[in-house]
């Protein structure tokens, strides 16, 4: 299978050496404020761990495994210096297993939490879905720490997994994130990573491809108020043929100094014939003193593919809506509330998890309390 690197992505590497200390000049850190992370990048050692609690369905297993254990299942190497830190420091992995054939109609959800910003951890995961099984995964982040993990979804041929990584920290909390994917022969993946809460977020998410036929949603929601910087970047790499991957971000910003960053990379490699992929951000900013940086690419090479295409956009409300909804009587405020639930609504209901649904739409009315509904006149 063809492995020539792009220059959209880091080479994947264990080796430390490989992932040097960002200077902030590199391409994939210029967006993040680096003085804002605490030291994570240092790599300190640390044995503080997060608090888990588990929703396990009749024949999930969730075990402790060591490095070379993760190495040997398939895990994917780290590709940038925060998910190289937390393989050397991590000390082992975690395995959440779903055997093959298994139907699991339950959510399997695991609640990370930490305690304080003074806890410095580190977190190495594989989530493995056997052959023709059916599983939604859900990881939900909480509580303050210092946070750096490499994710990795092994998902066999056949399989269907919907994984949700929710990042609802509070305020001080700095979580750098690593998702890798790999998408078996004719499976299908739903990844949705939503994040409103922490100080800094950085969440990365790459797919790849074990096969052909394999099939790949990637969705994301954030929401930054004022001095949050909320960072998402992803990376489809098409390197099997009659692959599909369909890319939807959207986000909202409020408040001074509100920053949001998307970075959307597709690689269609020479193999790759017959694929599909489409890239969407869409940023929608609420106040003034907000900053919404949004960068999709495109690198294809092979002309033997179905369809590609991507787009971005970042505007403030569609001053048509809310005359439209203010000519029928609708309230400023309530104006303004239904246009932004409408923006996010289609997204989350892809979710596919009722519970987190409708957790996500109250979380959407609880930000807009912070800052616009608060000072929009009733």
């Known amino acids: 299978m063809d492995r020539i690197e792009s220059h959209l992505n880091p080479p994947a590497s264990y080796d430390l050496a490989d992932h040097p200390v960002p200077t ?23 044995d503080a761990r997060l608090t888990w609690t588990t929703t396990l369905p009749e024949g999930v297993t969730l075990t402790e495994i060591s490095a070379e254990e993760a190495r040997e299942i398939g895990e994917l190497a780290p590709n940038d210096r925060p998910s190289a830190l937390a393989a050397a420091q991590a000390g082992g992995a975690v395995l959440l297993d779903v055997p093959a054939e298994a139907e699991v109609a339950e959510p399997i959800v695991l609640r990370l939490h930490g305690e304080s910003i003074d806890d410095l951890v580190w977190g190495r995961l594989l989530v493995r879905v056997g052959r023709h099984a059916q599983a939604t995964v859900a990881i939900v982040h909480t509580g303050s720490a210092r946070y750096s993990a490499l994710t990795t979804v092994l998902v066999g041929d056949g399989a269907v997994a919907n994984v949700l990584s929710l990042q609802d920290w509070d305020d001080d909390a700095v979580h750098l994130g690593r998702d890798a994917i790999r998408v078996g022969r004719d499976a299908t993946v739903k990844h949705t990573s939503v994040s409103f809460g ?14 052909p036929g394999g099939d790949a949603e990637l969705l994301g929601l954030y929401f930054a108020d004022e001095g949050q910087h909320l960072e998402h970047r992803l990376f489809a790499d098409h390197n099997a043929p009659k692959t599909k991957s369909h890319v939807l971000y959207k986000g909202a910003l409020q ?5 949001t960053v998307w970075i959307g990379n597709v690689l269609i490699r020479k193999v790759a014939e017959g694929i599909e992929t489409y ?11 907000c900053q919404a940086d949004s960068v999709p690419n495109l690198e294809i090479e092979t002309g033997e593919i179905e369809g590609a295409g991507h787009a971005s956009a970042t505007a403030r409300f569609d001053d048509e809506q809310l005359f439209y909804l203010r000519s029928r009587g609708v309230s400023e405020k309530e104006a303004h509330r ?7 609504n289609d997204l989350i209901r892809k979710v596919g998890i009722p519970s987190v649904e409708e957790q996500l739409l109250q979380t959407v009315e609880a930000e807009l309390a912070k800052n616009l509904l608060k000072d929009a006149s009733a």
């Open 24 to 46: 902030g000049r590199e391409e994939i850190w210029r967006f993040t404020p680096l003085r804002r992370l605490r030291g994570i990048l240092d790599g300190e050692a640390s």
């Open 255 to 259: 408040g001074e100094g509100a920053h």
């Open 198 to 211: 922490g100080d800094v977020v950085r969440m990365h998410a790459n797919v790849e491809y074990a096969g």
């Open 338 to 344: 239904l246009v932004v639930h409408g923006f996010f």
């Open 279 to 289: 890239e969407e951000n869409r940023n929608l900013v609420l106040s003034d003193g």
